[in-house]
């Protein structure tokens, strides 16, 4: 069982830890080991009133996943917001042990509370395991998604 909390600033590193382990190929190259240009981010995020950042810990206190929720206001759907979970990772040697998907159901849950009319993510088609796990919590691939990195 997992104490799902709002992340701190000195959960920062292992949220870093956490979200670059799992890097895709055209990420991997663009992350960096120090933290001075993710702490104006974190920063950032935390001031924002409509973003956080989740991470789960045990009973120990260390962080073994983690998440970032948006809701994100739009017209469709009646005006309704919808919930963006972005970077979703469950610590490496902390996989298969049903912490991802308490975490998702966390965030599921919270988007509920908040009337929202849906979550909604995105995946890099590399991660075929990460697929494997949102459909079998109930996420279905509705669309094509593009980017244009800079």
Do not use: W
């Not at 069982?1 to 000195?10: D, H, P, S």
């Amino acid at each position: 069982m997992l104490k799902i909390r709002v992340a701190r600033y000195e959960d920062l590193d292992a949220v870093v830890r956490m979200m670059n382990a799992g890097a895709s190929s055209q990420r991997v190259h663009f992350e960096k080991d120090t933290m001075d240009t993710y702490e104006p981010a974190f920063s950032a995020i935390q001031q924002c009133p409509n973003t956080n950042i989740y991470v789960g810990e045990q009973a120990e206190g260390d962080p073994v996943a983690t998440f970032q929720l948006t809701y994100v206001k739009g017209l469709a759907f009646n005006g309704r917001p919808r919930a963006q979970i972005e970077s979703m990772h469950t610590r490496a040697d902390m996989r298969g042990k049903g912490l991802g998907k308490e975490m998702l159901a966390h965030a599921v849950r919270l988007a509920r509370e908040s009337g929202c009319c849906m979550v909604q993510l995105t995946s890099n088609k590399e991660r075929k395991a990460a697929h494997r796990f949102y459909t079998s919590n109930g996420f279905v691939p509705t669309h094509e998604g593009f980017k244009l990195i800079f």
